[in-house]
């Protein structure tokens, strides 16, 4: 192998590249000349790579001289989407969110009527018992990613919710009836984060917003949790901003 072997390999990858890249912004297919022109190659070039990437169905020859994104693209995208962790996602985005504001930091998923929590990170301050403990479950309406999932919902989930459910009280604070879920359910979604005060443990605050996939659905929760007599209710916008980092890591464009 020559010297500059790797160097023309890195070089063809970076041709190619530029016509997925050129393919991906235009939804009809593509003439030779076109791509040629988008990726500043010369035609021969460009027809070249092109013919190595339709055997390998990275795309679609349309007609003579046309081409589009191939299937193969689909099926590794699939694969990605379904390999991404959201947990393995979203860890260092919480390891920040700890450090930065140093309380403890929670990861949150909805099966059913309650959140089961899946990942905390704590604060090295922190000398609070909380309850959520990684695999402890909590009803919807008593934390503040719960509101987040009701508030996706809609309201006339939100009220199915509250029948099937019967809200039980955890403390003096919890939401247990539906004129008060409906408007704390509307206040998270129209700010994007919602709050616990003292709802689901006496003592313990929390802020929470939602985690989205690449498709848009809403699929986990971030939360902070902190005595009440330390929360701050201007994190808010901290957490909502860190779980809006964590939901584009997901491949969410929204």
């Not at 509250?162 to 939401?175: E, H, N, V, Y």
């Not at 939360?223 to 969410?252: C, H, L, Q």
Request: glycine share 8%; proline share 3%.
């Amino acid at each position: 192998m020559s010297k500059d072997e790797p160097k023309s390999s890195i070089q063809v990858i970076d041709r190619m590249m530029k016509l997925l890249n050129v393919l991906a912004d235009h939804v009809e297919p593509l003439g030779l000349k076109q791509l040629a022109a988008q990726t500043s190659l010369h035609p021969s070039s460009a027809h070249r790579i092109l013919g190595v990437m339709v055997e390998k169905g990275l795309v679609e020859r349309v007609e003579p001289g046309s081409y589009q994104l191939g299937i193969k693209l689909l099926e590794l995208g699939n694969l990605v989407k379904a390999r991404i962790n959201v947990r393995q996602v979203a860890l260092p985005f919480m390891q920040k969110l700890r450090d930065e504001l140093d309380e403890t930091v929670n990861l949150t998923l909805r099966q059913g009527d309650e959140i089961v929590y899946v990942e905390r990170v704590t604060a090295a301050k922190s000398m609070m018992r909380v309850v959520q403990v990684v695999g402890t479950r909590a009803p919807l309406h008593i934390t503040a990613v719960g509101k987040i999932f009701l508030a996706q919902d809609g309201q006339q989930s939100c009220e199915e919710y509250a029948l099937r459910s019967g809200m039980p009280a955890f403390t003096k604070d919890t939401i247990t009836t539906l004129d008060r879920l409906r408007e704390e359910v509307e206040k998270a979604r129209r700010a994007g984060f919602a709050i616990d005060k003292e709802e689901a443990e006496k003592g313990v605050c929390c802020i929470g917003a939602g985690i989205c996939d690449s498709s848009g659905k809403l699929v986990a929760g971030l939360s902070i949790s902190a005595p009440a007599d330390r929360i701050n209710y201007k994190w808010s916008g901290r957490v909502k901003g860190i779980a809006d980092e964590i939901s584009r890591a997901m491949g969410y464009l929204g």
